[in-house]
Every structure is written in structure tokens, then in C-alpha cells.
């Protein structure tokens, strides 16, 4: 158990649809990541939050869109869900986001298979 | 071309072999990862190294920056290896979590 939590575990819905999915960092844990797992291209970043704020922007499309709130839960919204969206989303956490050239290392939390019909 | 390279994409090994897989990247980076994807979908941090050698328990990781090559290393393999084994990186200069990965090794140990 990494001590990253994700909910919901599986999540099926209809195209043009909206989701929200959840992530809890470990305690103490002030980055979260998101990454996407679809079976075409692998493992993606999409985005990163630091205590609250955006830090980093990967391949996270514009229908996307994340946030942090004060007790550094996250949450990935997901809108005009298409068939290609259909993929594991992983959430992970670290102690502290870049800084002084110290990089550190990341946990991930079990996922949310999400199956756009 | 891919940023990250992985190979082989598929290995299997009988239980007890000696089972090497090779990352190579073409970016300059901060730091280099192992990640372990379970047949149920989880992913497990392995390492995390930007340089020399790191160990731990059966498994080992290399790094040789000039070259810009890693190798993961598992001694005494058994069947609960079997999993995807997964090279990522943090470009220099970038965010840490803006991770450039490789499609995965996927490995199968018989007993």
C-alpha cells in the first residue's frame, strides 16, 4: 500500500459525459501527478499541483482540468468524455516538487480504469 | 524516434535466472526511474537514481550517464517478478513529475 488513495476504482460512463476523479497524497506528501495509461500511448503526464498550485503541464488535453485543494486532496475533471479517453489514471505523490536540483521519489496510488461507452 | 527505449519489449525466464533489462534515453536528465506495473494495473516505484548504483533486496539498477543507459538487474528471479517493468525519466531542467516513459518490459518468470 503506497498511502496514495484513488477513488473511484472503476468508472464507466457515456461519450459526451463529464467525471471527477479523486486523489489523496500520503500525509505530508505536498505534489500530486496525474498520468494517463491508455493502451495506444502508454504512460502520459498530464499535469502536476504543488500545495495548491499548478506546477507543471504535460499532454493534458483542454477538456481536462485538475485542481488542489488546501488539504491536498486533487481532483482531475474530465468533460466531453470520447471513446479515446478510456484509460487508467494514475495519481501519485512526493514529498516536495523540484528544488534545489533534489528530485524525489514518487508513489503511486492503485488507479481509475475509466471505460467511456 | 522515442525519447525513452526499452528493451527487449517481452522477456521470459525460467524461475531462478538472471534477468537484465536495458533503458536507454536520448534527453538529458535529472533523474532516472523504475517502475513496476502489477498484472492488476498498480504501479510501484522501484528506484529512483541519477547516478552510479542502487540495490535493493534481489533487484539492481544501473545508470551511466555519458552513455545515457540504465539497466535493471534481477537476481534469483521467481514468478511473482512477472510483471511490466517500466524505464521513465525527468528531463533536465524540468518538472519532476513530467516524466517521459517507456513502453514496458513485460516480464514472465516460469516456474
Known amino acids: 500500500d503506497s498511502g496514495v488513495t484513488q477513488t473511484p476504482k472503476h468508472l464507466i460512463t457515456a461519450t459526451g459525459q463529464r467525471v471527477t476523479l479523486r486523489c489523496s497524497p500520503r500525509s505530508g506528501d505536498l505534489s500530486v501527478y496525474w498520468y494517463q495509461q491508455s493502451l495506444d500511448q502508454g504512460l502520459q ?32 475533471n474530465l468533460s466531453s468524455l470520447e471513446l479515446g479517453d478510456s484509460a487508467l489514471y494514475f495519481c501519485a505523490s512526493s514529498v516536495e516538487s523540484f528544488g534545489g536540483g533534489r528530485y524525489n521519489e514518487q508513489f503511486f496510488g492503485p488507479g481509475t480504469r475509466l471505460t467511456v461507452l | 524516434k522515442n ?18 533489462i536495458n533503458c536507454s ?4 536528465i535529472s533523474a532516472l526511474h523504475w517502475l513496476q506495473q502489477h498484472p492488476g494495473g498498480g504501479i510501484v516505484s522501484l528506484f529512483m537514481l541519477s547516478s552510479g548504483k542502487k540495490k535493493h533486496g534481489r533487484l539492481i539498477a544501473t545508470i551511466n550517464i555519458q552513455e545515457k543507459h540504465s539497466s535493471l538487474h534481477i537476481t534469483a528471479s521467481h514468478p511473482r517478478d512477472s510483471a511490466v517493468y517500466i524505464c521513465a525519466v525527468s528531463k533536465w531542467g524540468g518538472s519532476q513529475g513530467n516524466l517521459i516513459f517507456g513502453k514496458g518490459t513485460k516480464l514472465s518468470v516460469k516456474p
Open chain 1, 45 to 76: 503526464f498530464l499535469i502536476q499541483y504543488y500545495n495548491g498550485e499548478e506546477r507543471a503541464k504535460g499532454n493534458i488535453l483542454e477538456r481536462f482540468s485538475a485542481q488542489q485543494f488546501p488539504d491536498l486532496h486533487s481532483e482531475l
Open chain 2, 3 to 20: 525519447e525513452v527505449e526499452q528493451s527487449p519489449q517481452n522477456l521470459t525466464a525460467q524461475e531462478g535466472e538472471f534477468i537484465t
Open chain 2, 25 to 28: 534515453y536520448s534527453v538529458g
